[in-house]
């Protein structure tokens, strides 16, 4: 835990953010679990993954931006990129964050990038995913989320399943239809609001993937953790529920053995690809997450 912590704080430390981010070898590093800095990156990693059965979720790496013109320069990236992908002809859907579209500014202005992100997605039938951050922003992004639903049918979020609130945001969600990415969580969260044992966390996440996969509207289960996926696919064999109904979902450069595995054995997969610039906050959630990520991250650059 204390191992976690300090890097979920280096994660939004600026002068070390600074000092990695301009460090060749980091910059290197971080290319096993970032698909590159532009989309023409990430579409070559979905081709590579979509050959090998695997669909994927493009995310244009940015968070927390401070001023108008941020928001909608990251507005203008997404609304482009879901062009090239259509061209591309990769088998992608994107994932967006709200604090890259100015929520932290005016939620008026980030519904109304968000508005503008969704319009061109429904010209290109491609489903968007509101990713959830930390629980500052929980209630506002599932609120936003219902009611884009009201408008465009392809939106979703992401519900942590950390959180003491998330079987009630589930409930609001599976009531409406709105598609669900189930994860454990990658922020650092109070005692008040969030389970701090892993076990506390597994369970509720078991809880709530029970519920997803038997009421809820083609749900992503996304976890490496091999139980879990193991007692996903007996609930879903006692249950009679399709592998069509759902799929799994994973990190990009995590478990690609896990990953290939569930494909060949008929589930739907999608990897989660990230790119572009800001790929410091995302790469010390990852090893946060996981030591054996840190690990390798040290050892490329060690060599």
């Known amino acids: 835990m204390m191992l976690k912590d300090t890097l979920l704080y280096l994660s939004q430390n600026a002068r070390v953010h600074d000092f990695v981010i301009q460090n060749p070898l980091a910059r290197g ?44 320069g990251a ?13 591309a002809g990769v088998d992608a859907n994107i994932s967006i964050k709200l604090t890259a579209l100015g929520l932290d500014i005016d939620q008026s202005l980030c519904e109304e990038n968000v508005t503008k992100i969704l319009q061109q997605a429904q010209e290109h039938s491609l489903f968007v995913c509101i990713d959830m951050e930390s629980s500052a922003y929980t209630a506002r992004t599932v609120d936003i989320t219902l009611r884009m639903h009201e408008r465009f049918e392809h939106v979703g979020t992401v519900i942590q399943s950390c959180l003491y609130h998330s079987k009630k945001d589930i409930e609001r969600l599976i009531t409406q239809g709105i ?8 922020y650092s969260e109070p005692n008040t609001i969030a389970y701090q044992n892993k076990s506390d966390v597994d369970r509720n996440y078991v809880q709530l993937m029970s519920l ?12 490496h953790d091999e139980e879990i996926i193991n007692a996903a696919c007996k609930y879903v064999r006692d249950h009679g529920i399709s592998k069509d109904a759902f799929e799994f979902q994973m990190l990009y450069g995590i478990r690609r053995d896990l990953q290939e595995n569930l494909s060949k054995r008929g589930y739907n997969v999608r990897v989660y690809v990230p790119y572009g610039s800001q790929w410091y906050p995302y790469l010390m959630r ?18």
């Open 75 to 87: 507005t203008d990236a997404y609304v482009s990129d879901i062009d090239i992908i259509k061209r």
């Open 212 to 223: 997803l996969l038997a009421r809820g509207n083609y749900p992503a289960i996304a976890t």
């Open 29 to 72: 590093a971080s290319r096993r679990f970032v698909a590159g800095e532009d989309i023409e990156d990430a579409v070559q990693a979905a081709r590579t993954l979509n050959r090998h059965g695997i669909q994927v979720a493009l995310d244009y790496l940015g968070e927390n931006v401070t001023t108008e013109q941020e928001a909608r």
């Open 179 to 186: 598609r669900v990415r189930l994860v454990k969580g990658a």
């Open 286 to 303: 990852r090893m946060a997450e996981r030591p054996a990520n840190l690990m390798f991250v040290l050892s490329n650059v060690l060599r």
